[in-house]
């Protein structure tokens, strides 16, 4: 196992449990108990984890594992949602896009819309993600926008009064809004409360608002509000989504897709 993945599942079983020990986290892994104290070391000097005697906890941010370590969760699920979410944009649209996990995917489906090959701008591409707009940038037919901001190296968005003033002066047709809880009678949620803001501001912005999440996110809770239910247009996520979460949804007004 290489020295990434062996980090991102220390990481998920961190996010899980709580806390973890050498030796635990050692047979769970096959390997060492040396390698996992360098391990734990390591990442503690990252600030990705709190170093206790004989193992580790959860650090106080750790719950929002920067990207390169979360993408693989739930991978295939964020993949279909992302394609279902970019066919709903029309070319042509000015698009907000939040950052997140499942956001990066939405915009590499639009990177590779067929339709979406040229234009004058094939589309307009508003973001705070530092991520998705390096990837983007590079597309010619698309106009990128980037909000100003501080950016955060958990999540790489930029956040601050900075953002509010360029998103102030701009309309949008659609905010695609990735989150990390999204509950039909507690609404939309991110863990931090300047993300929530910013992204807050972006539905405000726009025509229609889309919620792309998998599953795991549906019918949870989070510290910082972005908006209620009744503010998103269309959810979409996963086929493994409960019947009973569906019609939840639905009765506050979203339209839900499954994919």
């Not at 999440?213 to 409960?242: M, N, P, Q, W």
């Amino acid at each position: 196992m290489s020295r990434d993945a062996r980090w991102k599942a220390l990481l998920e079983l961190l996010v899980e449990r709580g806390r973890l020990d050498v030796e635990e986290a050692a047979t769970l892994l096959e390997v060492s108990a040396a390698t996992i104290r360098r391990d734990f070391d390591q990442l503690a000097e990252q600030q990705m984890l709190v170093r206790t005697r004989g193992g580790a906890v959860v650090h106080g941010v750790s719950y929002e594992l920067p990207l390169r370590y979360k993408t693989a969760r739930h991978a295939s699920e964020k993949q279909r949602v992302a394609k279902a979410v970019a066919d709903l944009i029309a070319p042509g649209e000015a698009v907000g896009l939040t950052g997140g996990t499942t956001t990066t995917e939405v915009a590499r489906a639009l990177a590779v819309r067929p339709d979406l090959t040229s234009g004058s701008p094939a589309l307009t591409v508003v973001t705070n993600a530092l991520n998705i707009a390096n990837e983007l940038a590079v597309r010619p037919q698309f106009k990128i926008v980037v909000t100003g901001g501080v950016a955060r190296p958990q999540s790489y968005e930029l956040i601050g009064p900075l953002a509010d003033g360029v998103l102030g002066q701009i309309t949008l047709d659609v905010a695609v809004l990735g989150v990390v809880a999204f509950d039909a009678a507690h609404g939309a949620a991110a863990h931090d409360e300047a993300e929530a803001a910013i992204n807050r501001l972006l539905c405000e912005r726009a025509e229609r608002v889309i919620v792309a999440a998998d599953s795991s996110k549906l019918g949870r809770r989070a510290f910082a509000r972005i908006c209620a239910a009744e503010s998103v247009g269309t959810l979409v996520t996963d086929a493994s989504v409960t019947p009973a979460t569906v019609r939840q949804f639905e009765e506050a007004g979203v339209e839900v897709v499954t994919v």
